[in-house]
């Protein structure tokens, strides 16, 4: 136990001079015995005062400090001797004299009468009044015994200086201590109950991010959410400080004490090789904030599946949050226990499309996500924002950039880079100046990939000590470029995206083709014929060449009779699974059906469904694309 203090009020005093008794008269008291008000009075302060002025203010003193229910007492002298204790003081500590029952208590250090005073700290508060003359208050100091039963106690401790005059140097120092045992038992008890609400919220909101990301056949993805830093430590202030230089030491939060937010992140994969990503950051903090997170995330994995374009995503997630329960009003608030309608949210929706290798997106108020090309300069993808989610109806415009091989891309909610005190843009610069100078160099010894594949790609509130290539190196060195605070008032969300450059035998793995079908149902057998050939040219097995040879086979059918033209096959392997795409000029998608015996079609999709392994179908900006995908032995 140490001591601390909350305040730094200079001591006033004026009208109590001398407080104490005069060391000449300490032996001839009796041990605790009763004074009368004349006989403990004040010495006469320097300089001429009126004869009566002294033993009034030592009788209304006495009479004040002895009937009062705190307890009193007061040191004099560099071994802070006692001069007087009143009887709660007395009966608080169970006062009994060290040298024997015939002397009086005053002249006794305090450091002999009350021990326990000086085992925790209380000689260098003291000090500290007698160096500054400024009032000093512990606000809880724990004694192991205290009153009449000895009980365990915790006391508020206020050190006061004592001088005969404001202008004369200090003689003394007036010790206050008030019993909160009752207080602080209430205050613990909040305390373990707020601290079981937040690890609740806490727990939610891992519960509702992703437990693993996705991590596709040609994208190599780490994640990290670092939940802000908690409450600052009630009780930081009462660690022993070891002296006085110590009691200026900074408050740091409470251990393992978090803040829950609204960040989120996630990966969706879309079939055919495209991948989404999404980055959020819902407004308010706690457990409303983490469930409106839980059902934004849902939605965009619903609307996600339907392959809707980035800002039609963005669109009906808008109108989804407006329909939710938005800022919950405080106790002490003039709203208490009333909701705004409609939930505020920034959110970023990226698709990657291994084909074209574009990343086409859109962003409702998020901050911009970084791409990193492989020459190092960094871009901010800013062309396609809109105001956030719940602000009203808005029209989210979508853009398109190409994405190079061995290419880096960041995204990531404001609270990596907005600090209390610290200019935005000096931050963004930052940021964009950690990503371009990240590590670029592989691990020695090590093939990403399977290093990648072995963990899950998330990092839950740090950097992660085990670093499972580039991708993870990034991760890591922006969080650690970043400096990010111990006590930041922010959750964070990060995901980095690695688009590999692959080489020598691994680059046989990653294979593609595309051939464009003009003409009429006869298409069916062109398409047969080229993916045959293709599908053994890439060494694949035979039961897997004639299973995506009869999937080509029904798709191009279908695509010949029911759509029309443009139609285009292409096939495209990676090293774990094959994918047959096709595409034509009709935008409406089909769906799988169960045909009656009578039926002379119907039967195509059905048959794809149950050779391959998925399949799906989506809306291009003309026509739509049918594909399925097989895995690889």
């Known amino acids: 136990m140490s001591w601390k203090s909350d305040t730094s009020t200079p001591a006033r005093t004026e009208g109590y001079p001398g407080l104490g008794y005069p060391p000449e008269e300490a032996a001839a008291r009796p041990l605790f015995a009763e004074a009368e008000p004349g006989d403990w009075r004040l010495p006469a302060p320097r300089g001429p005062q009126p004869d009566s002025a002294p033993l009034g203010a030592s009788a209304a003193l006495h009479a004040v400090f002895d009937s009062a229910p705190g307890a009193v007492a007061v040191v004099e002298g560099a071994d802070y001797v006692l001069d007087y204790a009143n009887p709660a003081f007395r009966t608080g500590f169970g006062l009994v004299h060290p040298r024997g029952q015939g002397r009086g208590l005053t002249g006794v250090p305090l450091a002999e009468a009350v021990p326990v005073l000086a085992h925790l700290g209380l000689l260098d508060a003291l ?41 004369e140097p200090i003689e ?5 201590l008030i019993d909160t045992t009752d207080q602080a038992a209430e205050l613990r008890r ?16 891992r519960a509702l991010l992703p437990q693993r990301l996705s991590q596709p056949d040609e994208l190599r993805i780490a994640g990290c959410y670092l939940p802000a830093a908690g409450e600052l430590d009630p009780l930081g202030e009462t660690l022993r400080p070891g002296g006085p230089e110590a009691f200026s030491a900074p408050k740091r939060p409470a251990a393992n004490e978090f803040q829950v937010g609204g960040d989120w992140y996630d990966v969706i994969p879309l079939g055919a090789g495209r991948t989404a990503f999404v980055m959020g950051d819902v407004m308010g903090r706690g457990v409303h904030a983490a469930a409106i997170m839980g059902q934004l995330r849902a939605a965009v994995r619903a609307y996600a599946a339907a392959n809707l374009p980035p800002g039609e995503l963005l669109l009906h997630l808008d109108r989804h949050a407006a329909e939710l329960e938005g800022v919950a009003y405080t106790a002490g608030s003039a709203r208490a226990g009333l909701c705004d309608l409609g939930a505020l949210a920034s959110c970023v929706y990226a698709v990657y499309d291994p084909d074209d290798k574009t990343l086409s997106y859109a962003s409702a108020g998020h901050p911009a996500p970084l791409l990193r090309h492989p020459d190092g300069r960094v871009t901010e993808l800013d062309a396609a924002v809109g105001p956030p989610l719940g602000t009203g109806e ?40 950690v990503f371009s100078r990240a590590p670029l160099a592989e691990p020695a010894g090590g093939d990403d990939t399977a290093l990648d594949r072995s963990s899950n790609g998330i990092t839950l509130g740090g950097v992660s000590g085990r670093r499972g290539g ?11 470029g970043m400096q990010l605070p111990l006590d930041h008032d922010d959750d964070v969300a990060l995901l980095v995206v690695h688009v590999p450059q692959w080489h020598g035998e691994r680059a046989q793995l990653f294979r593609s083709a595309a051939v464009d079908l003009v003409g009429g149902t006869e298409i069916a057998a062109h398409a047969r014929a080229f993916a045959s050939g293709v599908l053994r040219s890439w060494q694949l097995g035979e039961d897997l060449c004639d299973m995506g040879v009869l999937a080509v086979s029904e798709l191009v059918a279908n695509a010949a009779i029911h759509g029309r033209p443009p139609v285009r096959l292409r096939l495209r392997r990676t090293d774990r699974r094959l994918i047959v795409d096709v595409c034509d000029g009709d935008d409406h998608l089909p769906r799988r059906r169960l045909a009656e015996d009578t039926d002379e079609d119907g039967r195509g999709i059905g048959i794809v469904a149950s050779l391959a392994a998925s399949w799906g179908c989506r809306q291009l900006a003309e026509g739509k694309s049918v594909w399925c995908e097989f895995t690889l032995g």
């Open 394 to 433: 808005w029209t989210w415009q979508e853009a398109m950039i190409p994405v190079p091989a061995d290419a880096y891309l960041a995204f990531y909610t404001d609270g990596l880079v907005e600090r209390r005190g610290f200019d935005l843009d000096g931050q963004l610069a930052q940021l964009r100046g």
């Open 470 to 480: 580039p991708v993870d190196q990034v991760r890591d060195e922006l969080l650690t």
């Open 127 to 167: 000090a500290l009044v007698h160096a500054t003359g400024t009032v000093f208050t512990a606000p809880e100091v724990r004694v192991p015994a205290y009153g009449p039963s000895g009980r365990p106690a915790v006391l508020r401790v206020t050190c006061s200086p004592v001088r005969a005059a404001e202008s």
């Open 172 to 176: 003394g120092v007036l010790l206050h």
């Open 190 to 205: 909040l305390q373990r109950a707020e601290r079981r609400q937040r690890n609740a919220a806490v727990a939610l909101q």
